[in-house]
């Protein structure tokens, strides 16, 4: 990054500075190769002061492509990386909402038996009570918030410990859904309904996918400069022009690049779209609005957030909300995905596969399980990466335990990466 403060190479540099002043006391503009150069040193300084970045967690991706790929030559076919990206949506925004909940320093275990109760509460709803579909979805997803509300009002007002509410929780909302289920067992939705249509539908339209492509290459672009002209005005550290475009230009080649491959199947998928959609509300929230700053703040620490006038309790109670509800949004697309509920899927969400593979997505991608440090945007690489390794096993025959041995032992990593870059920042007196 360009720095308001002294530069590398010892000449002092202005938040209004351009590049080193010459001889002549003329500005010298850095060009893509210094830009460049920069840019690598200071993912260098960042991983050696223990920093994880995205660029770790890209590089490890590729590894993975390449090993599958290698292994089966169908693992990066345009069908399978289509049914990729529709397959990350159900577990990514149950992990949207874990990061909610990790971000302050907390835990919640019931986000799986969450998703199954809202996928059996819609099913029962629909099919055996005639229910329409858009107010079985309505009431399926507020039940997810209220859950939420009733774990974050035994946490944050009566003082239980997250980890102990959300463990009874894990069981009491997986043992209602196999109660609401009951003797029908396995209940088929409509194929062509609302619900079913979620990680069915796809956009033709070639037109679809670069548009989305070129909106958040341009969405990005602006908001990074825009940061950029505020932090120079206010003589904060700031990334230099070079910088900006060249993060842009990857971003724009990683963008039309998965246009190009959807297209090449169907076209872009609804559910990709709208798990788009919710990283970019999402991470809006938390890093550009007041609340969000408070959602850090507590998150760095109880008592200095509480003494800021923050209001710890409600903060607290409002962050298991979104974690249920997201968990309850999560599971209609599982369901959708599977077009049934059925006591065999709610067991297995509630066992707790589900909530592995949402904490190993949050954390794999940045977010830390000590707060305060992470976004939503962290999710899409994790959960790409966990469910990556799952369809590449697939495509091999790989039994079941051998899946979960693996899945567990790349939860292990993350997480004792996580709390490798926490102890190497503190030795360099960094929060």
Do not use: C
Not at 317 to 325: K, N
Not at 362 to 372: D, E, Q, R
């Amino acid at each position: 990054m360009s720095r308001g403060g002294p530069r590398r190479d010892g000449v002092p540099a202005g938040p209004g500075s351009a590049g080193p002043v010459t001889a002549r006391g003329e500005r010298r503009t850095r060009g893509w190769q210094d830009s460049l150069r920069e840019y690598a040193l200071d993912v260098r300084g960042s991983v050696r002061g223990g920093e994880r970045g995205p660029l770790l967690v890209i590089a490890g991706l590729i590894v993975i492509w390449i090993v599958f790929q290698g292994l089966d030559d169908k693992f990066l076919s345009p069908r399978n990386l289509s049914n990729l990206s529709v397959d990350i949506v159900g577990t990514g925004l149950v992990a949207v909402g874990i990061v909610f909940v990790l971000l302050i320093r907390e835990i919640d275990l019931s986000v799986g038996s969450v998703s199954g109760l809202a996928g059996a509460a819609f099913a029962v709803l629909n099919v055996n009570h005639g229910v329409p579909e858009w107010l079985a979805v309505i009431v399926a997803v507020a039940a997810g918030t209220a859950v939420g509300a009733f774990h974050g009002v035994f946490h944050a007002w009566l003082g239980v410990p997250a980890f102990v509410v959300t463990l009874a929780g894990l069981l009491i909302w997986n043992g209602l859904t196999l109660y609401l289920l009951g003797a029908s067992g396995t209940i088929n939705i409509d194929e062509e309904g609302l619900v079913a249509s979620l990680t069915s539908r796809h956009f033709g339209n070639h037109l679809a996918a670069y548009a989305v492509a070129a909106l958040g290459t341009a969405g990005y672009a602006l908001a990074a400069h825009r940061r950029r002209s505020r932090h120079r005005a206010a003589g904060m550290p700031y990334r230099s022009r070079g910088e900006v475009w060249l993060r842009t230009g990857l971003l724009a080649v990683i963008a039309f690049a998965a246009a190009f491959t959807l297209n090449r199947f169907q076209g872009l998928p609804l559910a990709l779209l709208i798990f788009l959609v919710v990283l970019v509300v999402s991470d809006y929230v938390l890093r550009r609005t007041r609340y969000g700053r408070r959602v850090y703040a507590l998150g760095g620490g109880v008592e200095a957030a509480r003494r800021a006038g923050i209001g710890v309790e409600r903060v607290r109670v409002a962050m298991f909300m979104v974690s249920g509800t997201l968990a309850a949004v999560g599971g209609l697309f599982v369901a959708s995905g599977l077009t049934s509920a059925s006591p065999t899927t709610a067991r297995a969400a509630g066992s707790g596969m589900l909530l592995i593979n949402a904490i190993a997505a949050a954390v794999i991608g940045g977010t830390s399980l000590f707060g305060g440090r992470g976004s939503p945007w962290s999710v899409l690489l994790g959960v790409v990466v966990i469910q990556s390794i799952a369809s590449g096993m697939g495509l091999l025959g790989v039994q079941d335990a051998v899946q979960f041995m693996i899945t567990g032992g790349v939860l292990l990593a993350a997480v004792a990466a996580d709390a490798l870059s926490r102890r190497a920042q503190a030795r360099r007196g960094r929060p």
